[in-house]
T-cell receptor, first 116, second 112 residues
Framework: AQKVTQAQTEISVVEKEDVTLDCVYE???????LFWYKQPPSGELVFLIR??????QNEISGRYSWNFQKSTSSFNFTITASQVVDSAVYFC?????????????FGTGTRLTIIP | DADVTQTPRNRITKTGKRIMLECSQT?????MYWYRQDPGLGLRLIYY???????NKGEISDGYSVSRQAQAKFSLSLESAIPNQTALYFC???????????FGEGSRLTVL
């Protein structure tokens, strides 16, 4: 069975601060994918990143960066110099790469509030 | 234009009524999914389909059924709605092998 844990239910930071959202996962698959999605107040779900389990390189995209550590089964997401527009619920998700186990399992989400 | 379109966007109904939520996608993705979102529970998978003739139960399929009428359409039915099915429902489509889901805008269902 696959499981994704986002222990932080809600986080509030002041604008321009850095913030890290934690994600811990469990899977028996040797190959899998990890994802982050953003759900702004308008409600839609926006894809942010997909990471293959073979690739442990950290990734940076503008103010966003992701730290994948297989040894601790974590895939944390950091926003640098946060902005009010970053306020949203963020979901971490996991899917297996093996046939039949490819559906996405989501964590419960972290609500991030950026205070102006 | 949105890749994935859900109708209706909002619906209020009464206990025992039959409800259908419809989903269509324009990009020819082969895989489609229905999730429900509840506060504090994240998104939970109801049903998914990897092709027109393929239907699979997710983790919370009881009380729901689906139909994949064509590659572009995947509808979710509640045969006899109950109040604890009040939730925000999302349809998603995925091109197999990419892992990237394109979500619809959600359908908010309230069962009184």
């Amino acid at each position: 069975a696959q499981k994704v844990t986002q222990a932080q239910t809600e986080i509030s930071v002041v604008e321009k601060e850095d913030v890290t959202l934690d994600c811990v996962y469990e899977t028996r698959d040797t190959t899998y994918y990890l994802f982050w999605y953003k759900q702004p107040p308008s409600g839609e779900l926006v894809f942010l990143i997909r990471r293959n389990s073979f690739d442990e390189q950290n990734e940076i995209s503008g103010r966003y960066s992701w730290n994948f550590q297989k040894s601790t089964s974590s895939f944390n997401f950091t926003i640098t110099a946060s902005q009010v527009v970053d306020s949203a619920v963020y979901f971490c998700a996991l899917s297996g790469a093996n046939f039949g186990n490819e559906k996405l399992t989501f964590g419960t989400g972290t609500r991030l509030t950026i205070i102006p | 234009d949105a890749d994935v379109t859900q109708t209706p966007r909002n619906r209020i109904t009464k206990t025992g009524k039959r409800i259908m939520l419809e989903c269509s996608q324009t990009k020819g993705h082969d895989r489609m999914y229905w999730y429900r979102q509840d506060p504090g529970l994240g998104l939970r998978l109801i049903y998914y389909s990897f092709d027109v003739k393929d239907i699979n139960k997710g983790e919370i399929s009881d009380g729901y059924s689906v139909s994949r009428q064509a590659q572009a359409k995947f509808s979710l039915s509640l045969e006899s709605a109950i109040p604890n099915q009040t939730a925000l429902y999302f349809c998603a489509a995925e091109h197999s092998g990419t892992g990237e889901l394109f979500f619809g805008e959600g359908s908010r269902l309230t069962v009184l």
